[in-house]
């Protein structure tokens, strides 16, 4: 918010920010609501947060919706749906138009599906027939170069690869997202003592208002990227660097999503409370999944993967980036295309005749091992080799056989052809063999 009002006093246009918790003083705030009703004070931008909790503020405002003074926009609407199960405020937000009827709501996000407008809309309490859309031509960033890297599991390693990242990018800005503040932290500490020359911050949620603002401060002069959809919106090159870790990254994200709760329900004798958490979750595992899907393709061109994801109906793909990981893979290596679907089937087999065959939890290491018939000595210890798919002999016929084929187990959970609880658990889901069959396209890429 300091950003963008910083933006709007530089070219003219009088504007505040206020907030629910800061260092800033209620008399600061006070002078504001009054230059705001002596008509001074143009634009206020305020967290969602001190909007729903403070009753006062709620008051005022209704003081200048009788005076049809105020209008309503939302900047990242998308955190509507994103941050409502777990910042309540965003949630609550449908006070708008319960409160103040009549005054006109502009929502605004550069990252919104059909479906997720929709849900905004309903969120929101608008009625459908008072809700217009105005979209853009492309979600396409021709900008960014996109790279996806496996996160090495030694943390010096892992530490020396970011530390080469970060002096090839000397003249620039780098922000290195962690998914928790303790990652944050962590990494900060292993960091610094590294690159003494370099002058590293850490910021999340955690640390108090004046770090926060002192390291605000030190971007003042230029734009704070955010986000991945951020960069190269000045109309210079960007570089989006992603390290993943298949069992880590589902675990971390999904316990944070939890909240590290119970996850466990009694389908049969849920509240509605826990009905509306479970959909949530499983909403949440089906994101992640395609995340880690995402990650895990090594061919498609990203910028057009990303762009088929935020598809509606009558938008075209744009071509492919070639400049990105999987495109200069692609250019590299040739792949060609051929035709998988009786290995995908084989696959969906032994998926099913492990899970109803093995009384104990089943990974996709296990899954994999046993469709490309390794004979490890977990796989003999477990009896997994006593299996029909196993003795079958059959062993896939393309190259990778191991990468591949966890390339397509994490295909089929995407689609909705296994499921995978938390538990790393694998089972079949009811008739998956016979809709596969109908639904599968006859050319896979190898």
Avoid at 39 to 68: D, H, R, V, W
Avoid at 352 to 371: A, L, R
Wanted: net charge neutral; proline share 3%.
């Amino acid at each position: 918010m300091e950003d963008q009002k910083r933006e709007l006093i530089q070219i003219g246009i009088p504007c505040a920010s206020i907030y629910a918790n800061t260092i800033q003083g209620r008399s600061e705030q006070e002078k504001i609501f009054e230059e705001i009703a002596l008509g001074f004070t143009k634009i206020l931008f305020i967290t969602p947060k001190k909007l729903c909790l403070n009753k006062e503020f709620q008051n005022f405002i209704s003081n200048m919706y009788s005076k049809a003074k105020v209008r309503f926009v939302i900047d990242e609407a998308h955190c509507i749906l994103d941050y409502g199960n777990f910042r309540e405020s965003w949630k609550n937000l449908g006070l708008l138009k319960k409160n103040w009827p009549i005054v006109p709501i502009m929502l605004l996000t550069a990252t919104c599906t059909y479906k997720d407008a929709q849900d905004i809309c309903t969120s929101l309490e608008i009625p459908s027939e008072n809700f217009a859309m105005i979209r853009g031509s492309s979600f396409e960033r021709k900008k960014i170069t996109i790279e996806v890297y496996k996160r090495r599991d030694n943390r010096e390693i892992f530490s020396n690869d970011l530390i080469s990242l970060i002096k090839k990018h000397e003249r620039g800005r780098i922000i290195i997202y962690c998914a928790t503040q303790l990652g944050c932290d962590d990494l900060f500490a292993t960091l610094q003592p590294l690159l003494p020359d370099k002058n590293l911050g850490v910021y999340h949620g955690g640390i108090g208002d004046e770090q926060r603002q002192s390291i605000i401060s030190h971007w003042k002069d230029a734009n704070l990227i955010q986000e991945i959809g951020r960069a190269g919106r000045d109309g210079n090159e960007a570089r989006s660097v992603m390290f993943y870790s298949i069992k880590k990254d589902l675990r971390t994200n999904f316990g944070i999503l939890a909240e590290n709760r119970e996850t466990c329900f009694d389908i049969q004798n849920m509240t509605d409370q826990e009905r509306e958490r479970k959909l949530y979750l499983d909403i949440s595992v089906h994101k992640i999944h395609e995340v880690l899907l995402f990650c895990r393709n090594q061919y498609e061109c990203r910028s057009q993967i990303i762009n088929r994801y935020y598809l509606w109906n009558g938008d075209n793909v744009p071509s492919p980036c070639l400049k990105c990981d999987n495109c200069k893979n692609r250019i590299k290596e040739q792949p060609t295309y051929e035709n998988c679907v009786e290995d995908i089937l084989h696959l969906l087999d032994t998926v099913e005749e492990m899970n109803y065959s093995n009384n104990c939890e089943i990974t996709e290491d296990d899954i994999v091992d046993v469709f490309c018939k390794s004979n490890t000595k977990k796989i003999r210890e477990l009896g997994l080799t006593e299996l029909q798919v196993y003795k079958s002999g059959r062993k896939p016929k393309f190259g990778k056989p191991k990468e591949l084929a966890g390339y397509m187990l994490a295909d089929l959970i995407v689609r909705g052809y296994v499921e995978q609880k938390i538990s790393l658990y694998y089972s079949c889901k009811c008739e998956s063999r016979r809709a596969a069959e109908e639904n599968f396209e006859p050319a896979r890429e190898a």
